[in-house]
Nanobody, 113 residues
Framework: QVQLVESGGGLVQPGGSLRLSCEAS????????VNWYRQAPGKQRELVAG???????NYADSAKGRFTISRDNAKRTVYLQMNNLKPEDTAVYYC???????WGQGTQVTVSS
């Protein structure tokens, strides 16, 4: 069964950028649809962006124009490039393969001056 490990979070100032990585182990990674989610304190987890096996992408309105999701099947990794970060982007970010019932530990993103 595939397991996904998130990395790349950190503290960044407003307007800054981060690139999150989601590396998979096990399974046939190339066929998986992978989504990035986030959960801020006191709020429900929400979908941020998704990418299909054919690299079709979709974004939440809050992410459009600022975030880019991509995948490298050879590296078994999905990326989330986040630009022009805002304090409201502060959250724990998770990636998940749609076909697999597994959530990783997530990676913390904090946007603050």
């Amino acid at each position: 069964q595939v397991q996904l490990v998130e990395s790349g979070g950190g503290l960044v100032q407003p307007g800054g950028s981060l690139r999150l990585s989601c590396e998979a182990s096990g399974g046939i990674f190339s066929i998986y649809v992978v989504n990035w989610y986030r959960q801020a304190p006191g709020k429900q987890r929400e979908l941020v962006a998704g990418i299909s096996s054919g690299s079709r992408t979709n974004y939440a309105d809050s992410a459009k124009g600022r975030f880019t999701i991509s995948r490298d099947n050879a590296k078994r990794t999905v990326y989330l490039q986040m630009n022009n970060l805002k304090p409201e982007d502060t959250a724990v970010y998770y990636c998940k393969a749609v076909q697999v019932d597994y959530w990783g530990q997530g990676t913390q993103v904090t946007v603050s001056s």
